[in-house]
């Protein structure tokens, strides 16, 4: 079987017909919709000289093994959002599939080639993300709170994975896989519109970015919106309000695709009748480069000082969660890069914005790269997202490039 990738593109309508309903895939992980998704790859992956299985966190691998056991990994995830789209996750297993027939039928390959279908990428049911991939990677480091996740039903994390099988006090088991993973690749989409404005169909992931995420409270006092002067008031809201307007300075004296998010700002006593005495800002912020990340959170703070001096009122910070930026590998990065020109003529390298999978492998060591297709209209998360179709076949023909470079490369003795 050469390479056929119209019929990745056929498989994908045909799991979005299973899977999804008129308000978007739903293939949330450990749901019976999300294991019809996974028996569906299965099925496809019983017609090649694969060996399936699952491991302790629930991550599906298929193993076509090869003259050397080291092993070339492709990965992606089948889960989704609710009503999230049709290629998120998906189109990365599904074109691994492809790649993995073109090189089953070619005999054995120099090395090995393990796909991998990471479970919970999208922590949509409990709030964690990255589930399988973290543990096989040994950074799974929250199994107490994980224990007391429940869902919106009341059902706990431990035993909606019981129900598919997966003991959470055992998940970490998962690290022993990675044991002779040699190069890790994983296509997706953009799911923002960089390539789009470029109009260019691929691009070379740089690596993730890192994030700074603070809960960030201003504190004023609350006070009668009738009977208090303007010139007399502490108004915490102020001081929210001054530093959401600042971080757009910040992120774009930082530049390089500097982002910073301030998602939520809850009020007290939140009513028309008073002064605000406490504002409370969720503040997100993300760069590739872990010194300009840090001066972003640093000239954040420093501006939620003066306002707070200038407004008479007090800030407190509280960091609620952060991941360092994890760049890829430099020889990857180049394959990935020529594997795009080959297949479209022009290539773009550019950050990743949101996290993958790819970043918890790349931090344990396996030399990583991503390969991002266009979205159209940087749209994802919702049944809106969207590729063109001829970017898809693109897509799988610059992943199947890409596997047949990294496979010589490790075969040869490179990579971890
Ligand atoms: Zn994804």
């Known amino acids: 079987m050469p390479l056929d990738p119209r019929r990745t593109v056929a498989e994908l309508r045909a799991l979005r017909e299973l899977t999804g309903d008129e308000h978007g895939a739903q293939r949330v992980c450990w749901t ?7 028996a569906f790859v299965r099925e496809r992956l019983a017609a090649l000289p694969v060996e399936i299985e699952v491991d302790e966190a629930g991550n599906q691998w298929a193993t076509l093994a090869g003259a050397s056991e080291r092993a070339v990994l492709i990965g992606g995830h089948i889960d989704s959002v ?20 073109r090189i089953a039928e070619e005999g054995t390959p120099p090395a090995t080639v393990r ?8 922590g949509a049911r409990f709030g964690r993300s990255l589930f399988g991939s973290s543990a096989c990677a040994g950074s799974m480091r929250d199994q107490e709170q994980l224990r007391a996740l429940r869902d919106r039903d009341g059902v706990a994390l431990p035993d909606a994975l019981a129900a598919h099988g997966v003991d959470l006090e055992r998940a970490l088991e998962a690290r022993s ?26 691009g070379a992931v740089l690596g993730t970015f890192g994030v700074e995420r603070h809960r960030v409270t201003f504190r004023g006092q609350a006070a009668h919106a009738g009977s208090t002067p303007m010139a007399e008031r502490r108004d915490a809201l102020a001081g929210a309000a001054r530093l959401e307007l600042e971080i757009r300075a910040i992120a774009k004296r930082a530049g390089d695709g500097a982002v910073c998010t301030m998602g939520s700002v809850t009020t007290r006593p939140g009513i028309v009748t008073s002064v605000v005495e406490e504002a409370t800002c969720l503040l997100d912020q ?32 509280e960091r609620i969660w952060g991941i360092e930026p994890i760049p890829f590998d430099e ?25 993958h999978d790819a970043a918890e492998v790349a931090r344990a060591g396996v030399p990583t790269v991503m390969l991002f297709v266009q979205s159209l ?40």
């Open 177 to 202: 896989r990675l044991a002779g993973a040699a190069a890790y690749l994983e296509l997706h989409i953009e799911q923002g519109p960089v390539l789009e404005s470029l109009d260019l169909p691929l």
């Open 286 to 317: 993300r760069h590739l480069d872990a010194s300009t990340l840090a001066a972003m959170l640093a000239d954040a703070k420093a501006a939620s000082a003066r306002f707070a001096v200038e407004e008479r009122i007090d800030v407190g910070w």
């Open 82 to 101: 609710p009503d999230g789209g049709w290629l998120d996750g998906c189109l990365n297993v599904l074109a691994g599939l492809e790649v993995l027939r």
């Open 32 to 38: 019976d919709t999300w294991a019809r998704a996974r």
């Open 331 to 355: 020889t990857l990065i180049g394959f990935c890069d020529e594997a795009i020109r080959e297949v479209a003529g022009a290539s773009h390298r550019l950050p990743s914005g949101p996290l």
């Open 115 to 122: 796909l991998v279908d990471w479970a919970d990428e999208e």
């Open 377 to 416: 209209r940087g749209l994802s998360h919702t049944k809106l997202e969207d590729t063109a179709e001829e970017h898809l076949e693109l897509s799988v023909a610059a992943l199947d490039r890409l596997a047949s470079k990294t496979i010589a490369w490790v075969a040869g003795g490179a990579g971890r």
